[in-house]
């Protein structure tokens, strides 16, 4: 499985950013999807998750703020991320799990710079 996330860019704090991870095959068939993000000397941080049932979750950092979704037609998973601030500058990567068969998959990441 290989997943592709793209829509980072530069942006104003309070400002939004989508972005998308496309995977190569039907998401439908991966348990759960998700996104986590590494900023400059921080470590790897879990802050969005999907799961095939339809449920979500969300670190505490980004709650309120980001939004997580399935496009099952497109094989996409999306972040909507609003209301960004500067400690959110990060590289974003999406990774997807599943059961049967086991296996997990990480993708390339994508550069989010949020200025004050």
């Known amino acids: 499985v290989q997943l592709q996330a793209s829509g980072g860019g530069l942006v104003q704090a309070g400002g939004s950013l989508r972005l998308s991870c496309v995977a190569s095959?039907?998401?439908?068939?991966?348990?759960?999807m998700g996104w986590y993000r590494q900023g400059p000397g921080q470590e790897r941080e879990v802050i969005a998750g999907?799961?095939?049932?339809?449920?979500?979750e969300y670190a505490g950092s980004v709650k309120g703020r980001f939004t997580i979704s399935r496009d099952n037609a497109k094989n996409t998973v999306y972040l909507q991320m609003n209301s960004l601030r500067p400690e959110d500058t990060a590289v974003y990567h999406c990774n997807a799990l599943s059961i049967s068969p086991p296996g997990a998959y990480w993708g390339q990441g994508t550069l989010v710079t949020v200025s004050s």
């Open positions: 999907s799961h095939v049932s339809g449920s979500t």
């Open positions: 095959l039907n998401i439908s068939s991966l348990d759960h």
